[in-house]
């Protein structure tokens, strides 16, 4: 009975602040869509497959922004997307449900939503498309879906100073993949900490700015257990990203960039085996991807393209050398407003331990098409990042 | 007193006066003179009259707690005034300290063609860092303004206009109306969001077109500007896509405005005008806006004796006059019903404030010799605090 009072007061004291909430100056509202069809040919050692549709990472995003009673804005943010087929996550997977805070120097983010486990990101066609390389690897899952990596619960707080530093720090909560006979996750705790400091020249300061365009440095520490461990810090798993961004010819038509990152995951030392997912994110390793990017520009709108990325990752303590490579070539050419035709070519190759987790080697041919839309409505505040509120005095 | 009277009687006040007891004072009247155009003083070069304008983007106040960027001359929106005797020769040097293209059209004046201030038709742009000097005989007599021809749409309703008014010793309308205090009103309406947006747009824009323009590469195509129609018709037969089929800048929406200006100011930072019983004033009103007004004086008729500053030959009594844009109209109020009279839009649509009503261009024409007494309230109205009307009354 209680127990009914004290949810009644909090249904009746939420309903108050809706009633009240009725008469307001329209809220922001963002939509965020992005397609992405592909027709796929994979080609391994014995065996061709094709995937007629491809529409993983095709996702829908909806925001809501207001500015709050001080120099605030408050955000709400809900998508969903389309997952790998083979995944473990259904159909659809919400992979951003989060509130921001932010004014001009300040972020405070909770939510589900992207974790830092990337400084920068690459010219693929799906975000995913060389996950070992680009990202640090979450050691709590199974391996199952790319997802685990890439998003999970995230209570981060980032300070912005001269517009460009970034400093983050970050709290998550990776997803754990249950062990059985568990069926479910049921501890949600923070089982990673980070932080990353990054010097970023703002996209629309493109045409001002030098060679450099980005470079930063990350820390992420997983919370793992570690058996015959028992120091907090020696049983976390470590790793450390650095990455650079460089405006080869930042020309208005003819805009080459370099991007390179990498990821050192100091692991443990007593792994000297790979022979699953767990292993593999702690075996000590240390991964490069680089893309060289070539963007031609048509009447002040991207027309063409082209990007060639590689990267390299290497088991350095394991007692059979492993190591793997991929290389991943694409193109883009615009059809239309925001309506792109790709074509991309993946090749990746496996060897030691990885060889018997994914075999030899795999090559993916891939054509399809991309379309993304970026629209908002009952607009009330500028961007942090906007020329005006770069160049001219932020307005709050 | 319930709570329903008292919402009744406080709602009842608020639209029955918005003007106060204070309005009479000596403070309000100095107050009252800074929201008016300020005449720019010229330089004489001989017999020429030299001014100096410059084009900044500056941060306007429009009332308490919204302010946004505006394109301005001088840093005053409106820009500074240019009072002037028929027949003066004129000469106005232009600054662009702004990294967008400018003109000035010299609105209602006969000056030479090439003076005339149209991008690609009377002159090239003023592009950023460069000067311009217009020079021209000031003529006709009467009521004008100046703006930006370039990106009208945008530039006007980003703050880029000022009256222009040419005196004339023999003025017909003074000696048919001797009057000793005139007043200049600039109505304007902004859509804010469409100019940050279209401002930011636009900046991005011209970075990259000036990093080309450095490097030697004017593409005429991409500036959307054709030497004959034939040229243009033929460019698009072979498959150019012109800025109004792909967008080059922001959402292609057209502007709504939110913000309904007088002076560059809204209700309550509106201009009111002072006048004595039994005194004649002058009014010019310039519409550099882009919506139509409809103009009601409260208890009088007012005299319209110029169109477009042209004297009208039979002036004609109204008490409710169309501003169209582009407009100007000279109006005289004779003092005969002392009191305190609103004076406002009677598109009840344009007197709000981002939506909210009361605001926009909403002013007084107030008596000077209106006894204190008359502005007393009710001994109940007394006890809410009210002494006296009250100077700004924002939630009707």
Redesign the interface.
């Known amino acids: 009975m209680r127990s009914f009072k004290k949810h009644a007061l909090s249904i009746i004291g939420t309903l108050g602040l809706w009633m009240t909430a009725g008469a307001q100056?329209n809220p922001e509202i963002q939509l965020g869509a992005r397609g992405v069809v592909s027709f796929n040919t994979d080609i391994l050692v014995h065996q061709t497959t094709t995937a007629v549709n491809d529409f993983s990472d095709t996702g829908l995003l909806t925001g809501f922004r207001q500015k709050l009673y001080n120099t605030f804005r408050g955000q709400l943010v809900i998508g969903f997307q389309f997952p790998d087929a083979e995944s473990d996550l259904g159909q659809l997977f919400f992979h951003q449900t989060f509130i921001q805070l932010e004014d001009q120097s300040n972020i405070i983010k909770l939510g589900r939503s992207r974790v830092r486990s990337a400084m920068i990101e690459f010219p693929t066609l799906r975000d995913d498309d060389a996950l070992e390389f680009t990202d640090v690897l979450n050691p709590f899952s199974s391996g199952e879906n790319t997802e685990d990596h890439q998003y999970g619960n995230v209570l981060e707080y980032a300070r912005i100073f001269n517009q460009r530093v970034w400093i983050r720090l970050h709290g998550e909560h990776f997803t754990r993949t249950p062990i059985p006979p568990e069926t479910a996750e049921k501890d949600f705790s923070l089982n990673a900490i980070g932080f990353s400091i990054q010097y970023r020249v703002p996209q629309?300061?493109?045409?001002?700015r030098p060679i450099l365009q980005q470079i930063g440095i990350g820390f992420n520490n997983f919370l793992t257990d570690r058996p015959g461990y028992t120091r907090r810090w020696d049983r976390a798993l470590k790793n450390v990203t650095a990455s650079m961004v460089l405006n080869l010819k930042?020309?208005?038509?003819h805009f080459i960039d370099l991007r390179a990152q990498a990821i050192y995951n100091e692991g443990f030392s007593e792994i000297k085996q790979v022979i699953d997912f767990f292993t593999m994110t702690r075996a000590r390793a240390l991964a490069a991807f680089g893309s060289l990017r070539y963007l031609m520009r048509k009447?002040?709108?991207p027309a063409l393209q082209v990007a060639l990325s590689a990267g390299y990752k290497i088991f350095p303590d394991l007692v059979q050398k492993s190591d793997q490579f991929q290389i991943v070539g694409n193109v883009f050419y615009r059809l239309g407003?925001n309506f792109d035709a790709v074509a991309q070519l993946q090749f990746r190759q496996f060897n030691g331990d990885l060889r018997t987790l994914y075999g030899e080697s795999e090559t993916r041919i891939q054509f399809g098409f991309v379309y993304s839309i970026d629209?908002?409505w009952n607009?009330?505040f500028?961007d942090r990042e906007?020329?005006?509120n770069l160049?001219?005095?932020y307005?709050p | 007193m319930n709570r329903r009277d008292f919402l009744k009687t406080t709602t009842v006040l608020s639209a029955a006066v918005l003007m106060p007891h204070y309005l009479l004072t000596s403070e309000a009247r100095a107050a009252n003179n800074s929201r008016f155009p300020v005449a720019l003083e010229p330089k004489m070069d001989g017999d020429v009259k030299e001014f100096h304008l410059f084009i900044d983007?500056y941060?306007h106040e429009v009332v308490p707690g919204f302010?946004?960027?505006t394109l301005a001359f001088n840093n005053r929106v409106p820009g500074p005034e240019f009072r002037v005797k028929q027949g003066d020769k004129v000469r106005v040097i232009l600054k662009n300290k702004t990294e967008l293209n400018h003109t000035i059209h010299w609105h209602g004046l006969h000056v030479p063609w090439r003076m005339d201030g149209v991008p690609y038709v009377t002159q090239m742009p003023v592009m950023p860092g460069q000067e311009f000097v217009y020079e021209f005989t000031a003529e006709p007599y009467g009521t004008h303004f100046y703006h930006c021809h370039w990106g009208t749409l945008l530039h006007m309703q980003s703050g880029m206009f000022g009256s222009f008014i040419i005196e004339n010793d023999d003025d017909p309308i003074l000696k048919k109306f001797p009057y000793e205090r005139e007043y200049t009103l600039i109505y304007s309406a902004h859509d804010s969001?469409f100019v940050?947006?279209e401002?930011?747009a636009m900046?991005?824009?011209m970075?990259?077109?000036?990093?080309?323009m450095k490097t030697g590469?004017f593409d005429k195509?991409?500036f959307a500007v054709f030497n004959t129609k034939e040229e243009f018709v033929q460019a698009v037969e072979a498959g150019y896509?012109p800025p109004y089929v792909?967008?080059?800048r922001s959402?292609a929406d057209l502007p709504q405005p939110n913000w309904f200006t007088v002076n560059g100011k809204s209700y309550p930072m509106t201009p009111n005008l002072y006048i004595r019983s039994g005194e004649t004033i002058r009014v010019r009103l310039i519409n550099a806006g882009q919506t139509e007004h409809y103009l009601h004086l409260h208890g009088h008729d007012f005299w319209l004796v110029a169109d477009d500053g042209l004297p009208i030959p039979q002036p004609w009594q109204m008490n409710t006059m169309r501003l169209s844009p582009g407009k100007t109209a000279d109006i005289i109020i004779e003092g005969k019903n002392r009191g305190i009279w609103t004076f406002h839009d009677h598109d009840t649509s344009r007197v709000t404030n981002?939506?909210l009503y009361p605001g926009g261009n909403l002013l007084a024409l107030v008596y000077e010799d209106l006894p204190a007494e008359e502005t007393e309230l009710s001994m109940m109205a007394q006890k809410m605090g009210l002494p006296n009307l009250p100077h700004v009354a924002l939630d009707e």
């Open positions: 100056v629309t300061q493109l045409w001002n930042p020309d208005p038509i009447l002040e709108r407003e629209q908002s607009n009330q500028d906007s020329l005006l160049e001219h005095g307005i | 983007i941060q302010q946004f960027h969001n940050r947006n401002l930011n900046l991005e824009r970075k990259e077109r000036m990093y080309l590469r195509k991409r896509l792909i967008s080059r959402q981002n939506g």
